[in-house]
């Protein structure tokens, strides 16, 4: 780390872009919104406009993220299953196989074939932790002989959903769903998703299918759900593969220390895999309800643990999700009440503030758009331009332009002063 | 070459760009400067910042020549070596491994290994030129036995600096330092990069190091610095091997000729090595008290010999290493100056005026950094805008946005009219 003592905090508004709003006269929410925290440091920053991946590209807060955090999403992007993995807390290696999962349940056919009756076992709440244990104790028993040598690992999320991990000191092949994706079809076998490739996950993948019906069908938990005339988790359906991808821990790419304030069980998953360190805020709840100051006051604080501290607050990305355009007005109130704590508490020499999001998820789609981000930069060595309000328009007219996700560190660590030179 | 007669002329302010100095308003250096001429070739073209590489990207000279010229700094760029041995004046070859070395002085132990005792053999200023002649002699006397048919070519730089090049038909494997780095230890034995590579090219390269040694430890100019009470020369450590990149020629790459009128060494010798045309214009010496105006005109001359050319002035780097605000203005004012000199002497019907810089060298930092430099471009074609001023913030209002370093050739040659089309 740098001896100068300067940090960056880049904060995210999770969802933060927007478009016209009808009742707001043509206005986003973050323009209609009165932002004075916000508009301060687009005033005394250089602004613009971010896209996270590419202009028009649509974005994940995963590939955004990984975008943001200096990697090319391109080439580090293999699918969403390692990243669901980290964000069921699992240690995700380098290489692994991983996996979404549903616990289903299936009938079998006279002749043995599975037939997928519920592939959400009736919305299963309770009770998936113990089945994950079962499945788990199986696979272990099993590694040697059934498995061919390669440790599963399944972990519960919320309801019916898992993540599932294949490792193995030897090469992987990425392998095609289990999971049939309709209900009345019978599970698919798992084949190498390049033909002609090792059939050997896949075949063990399949076997371990099959492991996860033989552990559950008669499991207790499952005999109570059939004796309260609730479906079974009887089986376990993978789908999504993704190989956890070869990304360099953030520290040895940038050649500081990083750190993550952030609400959001996937991204945390990302900065452990990047061993960044994951600090919690106190009553960060990711919600509506969560306490934005408390996220803003620990972002402050993990500034005195790490060079470089990414945080993100959620909840303008959940209005968006819901349509509610006053709802994110209310959530950008927030994350400009959070510029406002970190404004009065940072010397603005010693310290770069980038505030911007990570995608848009305008209140008229209630997903993520492909439109760019408002980006403001503040701080040690900035050329400061004319734009005096932060929002999406606004900033486009600022001096940085129009920049990409994967920028957003060379810009950061070029004014921490800590960028290797590249050439002479 | 296009018979139309339009010639382009890109004018580089070396380590132009700046960042806000507190003495001058929160001003640039080319902000705060008065600059007249530069501020009517923006008024007359087309304006907006360039990044040599990428967004906060921290460039060398070398990478962003080489992108400026048109070629693709991450495929192009394989370090230091091939650009240093172009620097000294040396004829490098695609392919060819080169390497920076030093004139250093060993202690050979009971056992024969040697020990560096100065990695810089006293600073040694004179007699190198002698040194060098005469490991060549053996190297080339030695070439088809001890040296495996590899031609080794030593040149020496200033002071205990040097070049080598490794030379053959064949293949060769990069390989790693012989110089060990720190003084008090022994030579390393290079091997190939690659684990597995060919170790031909490592093996040559230690019995050439070990010749050295052998030709140097009892040299005439070595005795004379013994007696001098001087640390002898006795052998020369070779570090940072690049290999010479597969660059097509200027003319091939980009269907015209191509002039340099440059100061430093460096960038003529990349320019060699695209085959451009090297004019030296008398009393340019790469300093602060370089003949500015001499080197303006030595540019506009330049122009009855090709379609394209490409002028340098070194002094606001120097001024920025140094850290001199008021220095980097007289600098500004000396750009400003050769601007002056280029506009009353072209007909902008008929010439495209490119000034920006390679990389910002802000006094603040004292060394390269990411910021983006300001581009204008005037003449023949050019769709003017509404920036009336040159500097790093007027200049990102223009119509160019931001655009990269190797967006220059193709930005040049399609106002000259000479660019392939791509597709039909």
Not at 73 to 100: C, I, K, N, W
Not at 223 to 229: E, G, Y
Request: proline content about 6%; overall charge negative; aromatic content about 4%.
């Amino acid at each position: 780390m740098d001896e100068s003592g300067i940090r960056a905090l880049i904060f995210i508004g999770d969802g933060l872009g927007d478009r016209p709003v009808a009742e707001f006269g043509g206005l986003t929410p973050l323009e209609y919104q009165s932002t004075p925290n916000l508009d301060q440091i687009a005033k005394r920053g250089e602004c613009g406009l971010m896209d996270p991946i590419a202009p028009g590209r649509r974005a994940g807060s995963d590939t955004a993220h990984i975008s943001i955090l200096g990697y090319d999403p391109f080439v580090s992007y293999t699918g969403r299953g390692p990243l669901e993995a980290m964000g069921v807390g699992m240690t995700v290696q380098r290489g692994d196989l991983a996996f979404r999962c549903n616990f289903a349940t299936v009938k079998p056919r006279a002749d043995g074939t599975l037939i997928v009756v519920d592939r959400r076992a009736g919305r299963i709440a309770e009770g998936t932790a113990q089945l994950a244990a079962a499945v788990n104790e199986a696979a272990a028993r099993e590694k040697a002989s059934r498995l061919k040598g390669i440790e599963f690992v399944l972990k519960e999320s919320v309801e019916h959903r898992a993540a599932l991990l294949m490792h193995t000191e030897g090469a992987q092949t990425p392998c095609t769903d289990v999971d049939p994706h309709d209900e009345g079809k019978a599970i698919w076998t798992s084949r190498p998703e390049e033909p002609g490739a090792s059939a050997e996950s896949a075949e063990a993948l399949n076997e371990w299918v099959r492991l996860t019906y033989e552990v559950l069908k008669d499991h207790p938990v499952n005999q109570a759900r059939v004796a309260a005339k609730k479906k079974p988790a009887n089986i376990v359906l993978p789908r999504g593969c993704g190989v956890a991808p070869h990304l360099r821990p953030f520290a040895e790419a940038h050649g500081t220390t990083g750190a993550l304030v952030v609400e959001v069980a996937l991204i945390k998953g990302l900065g452990r895999y990047l061993e960044m360190q994951i600090i919690d805020a106190p009553g960060a709840t990711g919600g509506y309800d969560t306490d934005h100051i408390s996220l803003a006051k620990t972002a402050l604080q993990a500034l005195e643990e790490a060079q470089i501290v990414l945080c993100n607050l959620k909840c303008p990305d959940l209005a968006g999700h819901d349509g509610l355009a006053e709802k994110k007005c209310e959530t950008v109130a927030k994350l400009d009440e959070c510029a406002g704590v970190i404004l009065g508490a940072v010397d603005l020499d010693k310290t770069v503030l980038v505030f911007t999001g990570d995608h848009s998820t305008p209140v008229s789609v209630r997903d993520h758009s492909g439109d760019p981000l408002p980006l403001a930069i503040a701080g040690h060595g900035v050329r400061s331009d004319e734009v005096t309000r932060y929002g999406e328009r606004p900033c486009a007219h600022g001096n940085l332009g129009r920049v990409r996700g994967h920028d957003i560190m060379p810009l950061v660590t070029n004014l921490l002063g800590i960028q290797e030179k590249f050439g002479a």
